[in-house]
């Protein structure tokens, strides 16, 4: 190939965490490569993650923690740069981490730390940049590619498209992705919001509404068989509806007009309980219930359902403790909706795996196209299995291409 400046060996479209990744780890092994991004700030979307902090991944980070609709794709990929591979790279950096929970590791200090390694990588990689830049088109001639961009025309032997989901749009989210695919005629699974707040209509909600704000530990479950989510995290109520890691991991798993069903409280059988302390407990039922949750919710549980706080168990039958129990352990509640992109973390669907290579992430009729990170039918829990995608999909296509 002639080495003129807007011919490139691999050019990636798409400057955050997959992209950044492919780029270096292309540009390390002697590739020319160019990264193209249209936002002027890098990397907005690690920026922001897990409060500016990053939670860049999860040390448990399997295929089991990722929805597709082929879930063994991810296998390879994930075995092949693993959660100790990235944190190697982290700790060459002298980048300062911790756990939090559930094997999910942040920055001590900032977000901006991921950022400067990997800026740090491409340049070791000698990646050109070419940014803020707009892809107006994408066309294929023969061997290489040509792409129209606002700072002229690129030519490449390979495409990397790493451009992300339709999850928050103000920092600069498109459907690009999805616009290649169908021009070179790949099926898409139907993208939809994922690890976003859930909304329920406003009629039925207004009885909640008093409950904002507040926090606690819950199950929560949807679905049935292979489609069935379940976790054990912190469920927050808002004023439109419930959030918090509960929520937000559920809601990848949750369909339209399905039920959700909650346990707010998880280590006890409520009914069981009240049932057998009718002889023994002397407190009334808003004290029972407030050593069990907290005061507020105590409170406005009982209210919403029609119970008297000041009753005694004693006095009550044994079919309105079972209600009282069954609301707490088995409240059953169908959303409305979500928040929709502008709050979801990421995007479920994207490109159907089944088009791509597992090794090398490329297209299987399109000779040097390939798909990496969120742009793909792989999704990750809440809690840095996303990122550990991007890192894993980035390195295979970058050694690949």
């Known amino acids: 190939m002639s080495h003129s400046p807007n011919h490139f060996d691999v050019a990636v479209i798409g400057a955050g965490a997959a992209g950044m990744m492919c780029a270096a780890v292309a540009g390390q092994r002697g590739r020319r490569v160019v990264l193209i991004d249209h936002a002027g700030k890098l990397a907005e979307k690690i920026r922001i993650s897990g409060g500016g902090r990053c939670n860049f991944t999860n040390v448990g980070a399997g295929p089991q923690n990722y929805l597709s609709q082929n879930p063994h794709f991810c296998r390879s990929a994930l075995s092949r740069y693993t959660p100790q591979d990235f944190i190697g790279l982290v700790k060459r950096y002298r980048i300062g981490f911790h756990e939090k929970h559930k094997g999910q590791l942040f920055c001590d200090d900032s977000a901006e730390d991921i950022i400067a390694m990997l800026k740090a990588e491409c340049d070791l990689g000698n990646v050109s940049w070419r940014m803020p830049c707009s892809v107006q088109e994408v066309g294929k001639s023969g061997e290489l590619f040509r792409i129209a961009t606002s700072a002229g025309e690129i030519r490449a032997s390979s495409l990397v498209i790493a451009t992300g989901g339709l999850s928050i749009p103000k920092i600069g989210a498109t459907d690009f992705a999805y616009r290649i695919a169908r021009q070179f005629d790949l099926k898409l699974i139907e993208p939809r919001p994922g690890l976003v707040p859930l909304t329920f209509d406003g009629k ?28 054990l995290e912190d469920l927050l109520f808002t004023h439109r509806g419930l959030s918090g890691p509960a929520i937000l991991q559920i809601s990848s798993f949750w369909k339209p007009g399905a039920p959700l069903t909650l346990n707010l409280l998880p280590q006890l059988d409520v009914t069981k309980t009240l049932i057998e302390g009718k002889g023994t407990i002397k407190k009334n039922l808003g004290n029972i219930l407030a050593q069990w949750l907290p005061n507020r919710l105590a409170e406005g549980w009982l209210k919403i359902n029609g119970f008297d706080a000041g009753a005694r168990i004693a006095d009550m039958p044994d ?37 791509l290579s597992q090794q090398s992430m490329m297209v299987n009729k399109v000779p040097g196209l390939h798909f990496i990170g969120e742009a793909m039918d792989v999704t990750g829990w809440l809690g840095g299995y996303n990122f550990q995608w991007a890192w894993a999909s980035g390195v295979a296509a970058g050694s690949a291409v």
């Open 319 to 355: 079919k309105s403790l079972k209600k009282l129990g069954d609301s707490l352990n088995r409240w059953v509640i169908v959303p409305s909706g979500s928040e929709g992109y502008r709050k979801a973390e990421v995007t479920l669907g994207g490109v159907d795996t089944r088009e």
């Open 204 to 231: 039925g909600w207004q009885s909640l509404v008093e409950l904002a704000g507040i926090a606690l530990e819950v199950e929560v479950e949807t679905g049935v068989k292979k489609e069935r989510g379940y976790f």
